[in-house]
């Protein structure tokens, strides 16, 4: 059974990121002991709410540097809503806050207007497609393998990272014209605004793809028999 582990620092939706685990067949794990993340198989860094207060959370409970020293062994790392913008190295949110710094650039606020300038709704919330940001965008072996573009999955957000190198993306949505980043990739970590845990069976899809990524020498690799559940 695969095991992962849930970064327990008091903030993001815990449960629903535990059942959907479960509902995997992982063995999960939540726990804010330092230690047990250094020994994990997988690490899941959930978030909801305030980029600055989450972060705050991971400082004050001496989180940032175990989590950092594990993405440095290559094992996989997800981050999830807020979780994945603490991958920047800032956010905006209610002034500057240093994030985790794995992925350069900032999160900034989604533009409160349409790209024909009307106003739209802020925050971000509902069922959006994700599109590949490149043609050359490749999902086969990721945490999107199997993954058809124009799928739906649940975003509930006001903010957006905008990392400084556009490979950096994996997916992107569209906002009204808005172009919003849905989902990224730095190497062994990966992170999606979207809520897998409450996006359905896609969603479980993409749990499992997590699940199914192996660290083999210097790469990750992809277990089919894993990803199909």
């Not at 899809?205 to 699940?211: C, D, H, Q, S």
């Not at 192996?214 to 277990?223: C, E, F, H, P, V």
């Amino acid at each position: 059974m695969t095991r992962v582990l849930v970064v327990d620092y008091g903030v993001g939706n815990l449960l629903s990121v535990c059942r959907a685990f479960e509902a995997c067949g992982a063995a999960v794990e939540l726990t804010g002991s330092p230690e047990r993340i250094a020994a994990a198989e997988r690490v899941v860094v959930p978030g909801v709410g305030a980029f600055g207060d989450c972060m705050n959370e991971l400082q004050r409970r001496k989180l940032v540097q175990p989590i950092l020293d594990y993405v440095a062994t290559g094992n996989p790392v997800l981050g999830i809503c807020v979780g994945m913008q603490m991958l920047m190295q800032v956010g905006e949110e209610f002034g500057e806050h240093t994030g985790l710094g794995i992925a350069a650039g900032r999160v900034r606020a989604i533009p409160g207007t349409a790209s024909d300038g009307r106003p739209h709704k802020i925050p971000h919330i509902g069922w959006n497609a994700l599109l590949k940001p490149s043609p050359d965008t490749v999902w086969d072996g990721t945490i999107l393998d199997g993954i058809a573009p124009g799928t739906t999955c649940y975003f509930v957000h006001s903010f957006t990272c905008v990392p400084s190198d556009d490979k950096l993306r994996l997916a992107d949505c569209d906002y009204n014209g808005q172009r919003i980043s849905a989902a990224l990739r730095v190497g062994n970590v990966f992170g999606t605004q979207f809520h897998p845990e409450k996006s359905g069976e896609v969603g479980l899809r993409i749990l499992r793809n997590f699940l199914a990524l192996t660290q083999a020498g210097s790469k990750l690799t992809l277990n089919p028999a894993i990803a199909a559940g």
